[in-house]
């Protein structure tokens, strides 16, 4: 009973995760989520007590992505700086392609007409990047001068600024392409070693756009 | 007459924004700003036809900030480098202390709600800051393999992404010590000549926080 009920809870978060992502947390009601479930009222209070707490679950699903993501990268046997491209590529896809951390993204955009607090994803991000720029700097792979915690500050305003513009600009259709110049900036100030294309590569960014230079 | 109806319109888009501002575009009415402003609601429709025109008229202010603030630091006879680095600061400050310019932003994060496209800011300031890049490069201060199109891009990713993360972990209390630290870390990628510190002052920005390494 635990496993089905817990079932339901993942179907009905995967339900109110398109609605929120479509038309926001004020636009969406809980009969809209009904609607789209096919579940009552009833039972969506029953897993959730309200609005609130289902828009809460969502972040918190969102949040719920990255942690088996990194333990996967962290566990290859690649250079840091490599791992960290590479990651930033993986949770890029995801912004993209998946329903519930796009809710959870604009869930957190909308987060100050939520009354509840809702938990950011920057404090984790900000030590994964610091610990991977640690391990950089331990494998003499950062250029001189590079402070890992300032570095890893640059790297998560960096990335979480693409997404915004890129959403604005283009409904995040050009991110992989937009991320990877990005990359080809920052590492200019980050590495040690200049061959910055074969990383790229090895990290599976795409290549570069035609008539873009290298 | 004219000016009389345009410093209204200036007043109520100031009493406005700062409603807008506390909380958000859903969670203010007109009746609200009536209150704030000691305007009746009457004159409030007569300037504005309903709130959504109130709200782009408070973007639109946001907006019209930049142009004045660009031009005076184009004028100046500053290094391209140095403008760029300054002009961030100034807007930064803009961001933390005014109050129109942080109801925008909010507004903005909140496009989604409004029925109206919100106009965004990001494709002028890519045209802003890809230029001076531009002068940069005339003037041999950019590093061997800068592009100036794509440094742009990064540039404005990692200033709009340092005020969202600013704005959710400390309410931009740091803002200024943390655009040091950002750009500390980006002049390292974009600057032919190393003395960082030297342009970082001369631009305005605060000394580094005691016990930062330079």
């Known amino acids: 009973m635990q496993e089905r009920a817990e ?7 995967e339900a109110a995760a398109q609605l929120f992502e479509e038309r926001g947390y004020a636009g969406t009601s809980i ?13 969506i209070y029953f897993h959730f007590t309200n609005k609130e707490k289902l828009a809460l ?21 690649a250079p840091a700086l490599e791992k960290l491209v590479s990651l930033s590529f993986t949770v890029a896809r995801a ?7 796009r809710a959870g993204s604009r869930l957190w955009m909308e987060r100050k007409a939520i009354a509840a ?22 494998e003499d792979e950062l250029a001189a001068g590079v402070v890992p ?4 500050l640059a790297v998560v305003y ?10 604005a600009l283009d409904g995040r259709a050009r991110i992989e392409e937009r991320l990877r110049e990005l990359w080809e900036v920052l590492l200019m100030a980050l590495r040690a070693a ?8 090895r990290a599976g960014a795409p290549a570069p756009a035609a008539g873009t230079p290298a």
Chains 1, 2 share one sequence.
Not at 7 to 12: G, H, I, P, V
Not at 95 to 101: I, K, S
């Open 7 to 13: 079932a339901t809870r993942r179907f009905l978060v």
């Open 31 to 43: 009969s809209d989520i009904s609607a789209r479930s096919g579940r009552t009222s009833g039972a």
């Open 57 to 77: 679950a969502v972040v918190e699903a969102t949040l719920a992505t990255w942690p088996a993501l990194i333990a996967r990268v962290r566990a290859s046997q």
């Open 95 to 101: 912004f993209r392609d998946d329903v519930v951390v």
């Open 117 to 138: 607090p809702v938990p950011g994803p920057f404090t984790a991000w900000i030590e994964t990047v610091t610990q991977l720029l640690r391990d950089a700097e331990a």
């Open 149 to 152: 915690e300032t570095a890893a």
């Open 158 to 167: 960096a990335f979480f600024g693409l997404h915004t513009v890129s959403d």
């Open 194 to 201: 200049p061959d910055t294309p074969a990383l790229l590569a």
